[in-house]
């Protein structure tokens, strides 16, 4: 399984942003797909999550509430986190992840696939 992130960089606070994930290797569609992100000298954390087999089956941070929007492209396998109104707080490495998922909550997906991570940088 291979994951690889693109889309990020500088971006003004209130500018868009898309992070597109290529997926490629997963041996079937009982996966979700993850938005995770670290900021230097905190934790890792969830952003946004989807379920590649059950449409509309998503789970966003309160963070990421209303100004983010997890989306996948089958024919493309990739997914994207439209980024809108970022802000300074939201910089920070955004990594892309894929874990086995049947049902149930999103959150307690084992993500065992990451990506390499794409920096994002929100200038006030």
């Known amino acids: 399984v291979q994951l690889v992130e693109s889309g990020g960089g500088l971006v003004q606070a209130g500018d868009s942003l898309r992070l597109s994930c290529v997926i490629s290797g997963l041996p079937h569609d009982n996966y979700a797909m993850g938005w995770f992100r670290q900021a230097p000298g905190k934790e890792r954390e969830i952003v946004a999550a989807?379920?590649?087999?059950?449409?509309?089956?998503?789970y966003y941070a309160d963070s990421a509430k209303g100004r983010f929007a997890i989306s996948k492209d089958n024919a493309k396998n990739t997914v994207y986190l439209q980024m809108s109104s970022p802000k300074p707080e939201d910089t920070a490495t955004y990594y892309c992840?894929?874990?086995?998922?049947?049902?149930?909550?999103?959150?307690?997906?084992?993500?065992?696939?990451w990506g390499q991570g794409t920096p994002v940088t929100v200038s006030s």
């Open positions: 989807l379920s590649w087999r059950i449409v509309g089956f998503k």
């Open positions: 992840a894929a874990g086995p998922y049947f049902s149930g909550s999103l959150l307690r997906v084992e993500y065992g696939h």
